[in-house]
């Protein structure tokens, strides 16, 4: 009662509405009527003095007010120019039929296109024109030469409508564009050029992604900003496709797929030697167990010995299988247990790494549970490649590209050649190698039906800590594949999201929206909430004539298309055209089955070939038509009625189930009686219907219960329609609140994304990045120097260590620890205020500047070095790969946390804030990590070789490092303790001094559950 009385309000406020724009309505007629005793020429002239002077205004307001004092001439214009296509019969060739022109506006028209451009939402009903609508706000905001996109729901579409409506832009001396599905950048920035550009909205949207995330320079952005955006069938884009994202995707970084079922065989082999190696060991464990503690209870005098013998079989055994029956058997007595994880912890004291080493190389791989490596022992590559066990073994990339720089016998040219089959080869051996260490741990670390289930040809994971499938999820880095490799099921291409943005946020960006559809009303909410988009009902310009038969309710789903199909063979008797909708291609292909089995000739249409089926649905309203559609098929083409239809009464629409929105079926219904032609609706539904099971109110079924329904009989009244338009709105209320949800939670993602792609515009649009690198250094430094220092003059507590460790580290300075401190004691002047130094301490602003001044020193001689113009653009590049790079590992970080907030159940907090939270903190990471990066590549990449530096990043860290003390880092000192970076350095450096092999053996991914259990992600926990 309350929602009648609301409606009836809100009915009135827009009729009030219609009315007062009525008279701006006449005075457009009046304007026109005037225009027609000027010549065509005189209306391009006017056209073209107003686009001179609207494209000077800069300010918003003014030119908004400026565009509202036009619209009535403008208007008229456009009006006019159909008056003159329609007296000349003018010819458009649209998709390849020739089109006579015959449309001048009506008034409801022009009263739906001022709404457009007042940016409401015009409701019009199906074939009362929106396409010729759009052309007056379209042609009115094109004078302001910023753009004007216009956006369909199909390619079909937005090519017929900008060839169509190019008629009347063209003739005005607009250029009108289209963007569809492949079309190369060049002709995309083409199309963006032109006055009017039509498109879909996931093309539109793919650009921004394109050129905002992904273009490394400007000439290659296609977009030129986000002026008018007019959304035609705005429900279905804003709000049926707005529940899934817009995503860009592409081939993860790296990626082996063809490598894992390559060594699939050699693995099982290798695994099936060290299952019986490792048999060995638990064998000679047991004996010496038994002699160390025999059945009379004596203990025998080399207890020790034994005892630390066993710790080391089992600890070995513990490496080699860890999942091995026979040693869990044995450690479930705690006393086994204890020797191993002394021998364990003895093994990985410091000075124990050679005896860690020599334990290793008992087995055939060493696999650390822990950290989830594997990695090949001498004895594994034997094994693999008993010609050549250099196979498996990464060469010391760094010597090598020193013995090729000194080598005096190549030129510069052989250098790069040299360098660059070296690198090769690296890359090589490297996925090789990863391969092999990916397929250890599948079939070492991970259990089928523990750790993942495989289903349907597909690996699944389970989720360690719920025990529920995670369809959809994958391991990173290989592992999932690995694990299919396994399982022999299909290997699928690891793919990574490069860019993703979702279809709110991308119209959001819109200083200007409006949309058009045949249903708006009852999502007029949403619409306000989101978009602030408001919503005008344009009445219909003639009155609608179709008759709307009360819903037709079954017990079952077989009774109710029984009675469909015996509609359909009564209707088509007489001679009327039958569009049936369904709401699943399913149900669509069911019908035509029952259909044929009759003899009844129909088309069906599911939204998959939009020109025919645009073309079908065009001949769906002639004599004796049966046409079976789902619900998107054929949209924007309007249902004419063929000869002698209208006579018998028009088209009739069927529907076999009612839509969880209304806004579906009222669709489906106004796809009959357009233009005041006669048809009619009827609609179907069972109580074993989805909608009706979920959210029927049980007063349906009382009530059907109550009539004592039979087998095969219907039930209509009105009340009945009520009843489940009440359900259908209680499901529109529960999924507009999960839209809202999906929305509040993608904001955070909008704003960092907006930071993001301003930085990178910036980058990408700057003549010059080296103030802006040096800028960048500048900070990292700053916040180093605060990391290891204190703002106190107490040096004792200074990690000048690991300062100087960083600093050799990322760039080629060489600096010592005693330097560092001389030029903290000797001190100097605070820094100034509200300078990036500002809150350091006269020493650590010393030290910092110190540091500063050196690396300006280092790049100086760099640049002097390099080819001028190629720098620049090597300096852009460096920046932006680091940028785009770690965005996109944020990106997934961001998919991981919103999963992994979504399973963390609810308690006392509000998920999204707890999101908020960690987001937020997660963005601080991500631009820190995008600083070091760019200070840590910029002296890693040289002009000549661009490769190099994607190269070098794509080798794990530890690599990195020991690359970097080649510059002339001061190595690696005994000194015990300290930073982390301390460590890195020594084992760096311990590593090359045993010239080791060096394995590339991705670790955990950062966004693993961290293995030690904890529940956390490795990088929020062991991986810090
Ligand atoms: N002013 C007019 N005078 C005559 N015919 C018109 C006029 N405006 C539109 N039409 C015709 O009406 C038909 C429907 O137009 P259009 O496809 O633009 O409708 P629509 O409102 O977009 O419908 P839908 O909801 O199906 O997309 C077209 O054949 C078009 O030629
Ligand atoms: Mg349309």
């Not at 019969?89 to 998709?95: H, I, K």
């Not at 290989?478 to 993703?500: D, Y």
Request: charged share 30%.
């Amino acid at each position: 009662m309350i929602g009648f009385l609301v409606k009836k309000l809100i009915g009135s406020k827009n009729d009030r509405e219609i009315r007062r724009l009525r008279p701006l309505v006449a005075r457009i007629n009046e304007i026109e009527a005037g225009l027609s005793s000027l010549s065509d020429d005189d209306l391009r002239r006017k056209t073209a003095e107003w686009k001179a002077r609207l494209s000077q205004i800069r300010d918003n307001a003014e030119l908004a007010a400026a565009l509202d004092e036009l619209l009535p001439e403008a208007y008229a214009v456009v009006k006019n120019v159909c008056r003159r296509l329609t007296e000349r019969r003018a010819e458009v060739v649209v998709r390849g039929h020739t089109i006579v022109w015959d449309m001048i506006p009506f008034d409801v028209q022009i009263i739906g296109a001022i709404a457009l451009h007042q940016g409401k939402i015009a409701e019009m009903a199906t074939g009362e024109g929106k396409t010729l609508v759009a052309t007056m706000p379209v042609y009115l905001n094109a004078l302001t030469g910023r753009g004007v996109h216009v956006v369909t729901v199909n390619d079909y579409l937005a090519q017929r409508d900008s060839e169509w409506m190019g008629a009347i832009y063209k003739f005005l001396g607009l250029t009108v564009g289209c963007i569809v599905h492949d079309q190369p950048p060049a002709v995309r920035r083409e199309q963006y050029a032109c006055d009017i550009t039509y498109g879909t909205n996931a093309e539109f949207g793919f650009d921004y992604l394109r050129d905002n995330g992904m273009a490394l320079r400007k000439e290659d952005q296609v977009q030129r900003g986000h002026y008018f955006a007019i959304i035609d069938e705005v429900d279905s884009i804003l709000i049926d496709e707005a529940r899934t994202p817009l995503i860009i995707s592409g081939p993860a970084v790296r990626t082996f797929d063809d490598q894992y079922l390559r060594w699939k065989p050699a693995v099982e082999s290798l695994v099936r030697a060290q299952q019986r190696l490792c048999e060995q060991f638990l064998e000679q464990a047991r004996k010496l167990i038994q002699q160390l503690r025999p059945a009379d209870g004596r203990r025998p005098e080399n207890a020790e010995e034994l005892e630390m013998e066993i710790g080391l079989l089992l600890y070995r055994v513990k490496m080699g299988q860890p999942k091995s029956e026979g040693l869990l058997r044995l450690l479930e007595d705690p006393e086994n247990l204890r020797l191993m994880n002394r021998a364990e912890l003895e093994l990985h004291k410091d000075q124990k790494k050679a005896e860690l080493f020599r334990q290793k190389e008992e087995l055939y791989f060493a696999i650390d549970e822990k950290s989830h490596d594997a990695d090949l022992t001498e004895k594994g590559r034997m094994f693999l490649s008993p010609n050549d066990p250099d196979a498996f073994m990464l060469p010391d990339i760094t010597l090598a590209l020193h013995e090729i720089e000194s080598d005096p016998n190549l030129d510069a040219r052989g250098r790069l050649e040299a360098k660059t089959r070296l690198q090769q080869e690296f890359e090589a051996k490297a996925q090789k190698i990863h391969a092999i260490s990916q397929l250890l741990k599948a079939y070492c670390l991970y259990e089928r039906d523990v750790e993942y289930v495989v289903q349907d040809g597909k690996v699944i994971i389970v989720d360690e800590h719920t025990g529920r499938l995670m369809p959809g999820r994958r391991w990173s880095d290989g592992l999932h594949q690995a694990v299919e490799a396994k399982e022999g099921v299909t290997i699928e291409r690891e793919t990574q999201t490069l860019a993703t943005i979702t279809i709110q946020n991308y119209f959001r960006m819109y200083q200007k929206l409006a949309g058009m559809t045949g249903t708006a009303e009852t999502e007029a909410q949403e619409f306000w909430d989101i978009y602030k988009l408001g919503v005008l009902v344009v009445p219909t310009n003639k009155p609608v004539r179709r008759i709307d038969y009360n819903d037709s309710v079954y017990k079952t789903k077989r009774e109710k298309f029984a009675a469909v199909l015996r509609e359909i063979k009564e209707i088509h008797a007489q001679g009327r055209p039958i569009l049936v909708g369904t709401i699943s291609v399913e149900v669509s292909e069911m019908l035509s089955r029952m259909l044929r089995k009759e003899g009844l000739v129909h088309s069906v249409l599911n939204a998959k070939y939009h020109q025919q089926e645009a073309e079908i649905i065009a001949r769906a309203g002639q004599r004796g038509a049966i046409t079976i559609a789902t619900n998107m098929a054929g949209r924007g083409t309007d249902i004419k009625l063929g000869p002698g239809v209208a006579e018998l009464g028009g088209l009739h629409v069927i529907g076999t189930e009612r839509h969880e929105a209304r806004r579906i079926d009222r669709q489906l219904r106004g796809r009959c009686a357009r233009q005041g032609d006669p048809g009619s609706s009827h609609f179907f539904i069972s109580l074993e219907d989805d909608l009706m099971r979920l959210f029927g109110s049980d007063r349906i079924v009382k009530y059907m219960e109550r009539m004592g329904l039979e087998e095969g009989q219907e039930l209509q009244h009105p009340l009945l329609n009520r009843s489940i338009e009440q359900a259908q709105k209680r499901v529109e209320q529960h999924n507009f609140q999960i839209r809202k949800r999906t929305l509040e939670y993608d904001d955070v993602m909008n704003r960092q994304r907006e930071v993001i792609y301003g930085f990178r515009n910036e980058i990408l649009r700057a003549d010059n990045v080296r103030d802006r690198l040096l800028e960048i250094i500048e900070e990292v430094v700053v916040q180093k120097v605060q990391q290891f220092t204190t703002d106190d003059e107490e040096f004792d507590r200074w990690n000048v260590r690991g300062l100087a460790d960083w600093v050799n580290l990322t760039f080629p300075l060489g600096l010592t620890e005693a330097q560092v401190l001389e030029v903290a004691r000797k001190g100097g002047d605070l820094p100034p205020r509200d300078s990036l130094y500002d809150g350091l301490s006269a020493a650590q602003y010393a030290v910092a500047r110190w540091i500063v001044e050196g690396v300006r020193r280092a790049y100086e001689l760099k640049v002097s070095f390099e080819d001028p113009e190629q720098l620049k653009v090597l300096e852009r590049y460096t920046i932006l790969s680091a940028v785009d790079r770690l965005w996109q590992e944020h990106l997934y970080e961001m998919d991981s946390l919103r999963y992994s907030i979504g399973l963390r159940g609810y308690g006392q907090r509000d998920p999204l804030i707890e999101y908020k939270a960690e987001a937020y903190k997660l963005f601080e990471d991500l631009m820190t990590n995008i600083k070091s990066e760019i200070c840590h590549n910029i002296f890693r990449s040289a002009t000549s070789l661009l490769a190099f530096e994607s190269f070098l990043q794509s080798i794990p860290k530890q690599l990195l490092h020991q690359s970097a003390s080649a510059f002339g880092g001061q190595g690696a000192s005994d000194s015990a303790g300290g930073s982390k970076a301390e460590e890195v350095v020594r084992e760096a450096a311990a590593a090359v001094e045993k010239s080791q092999p060096v394995r590339v053996g991705p670790k955990v991914g950062r966004n693993d559950p961290c293995p030690c259990g904890s529940g956390r992600k490795y990088k929020h926990c062991h991986g810090r």
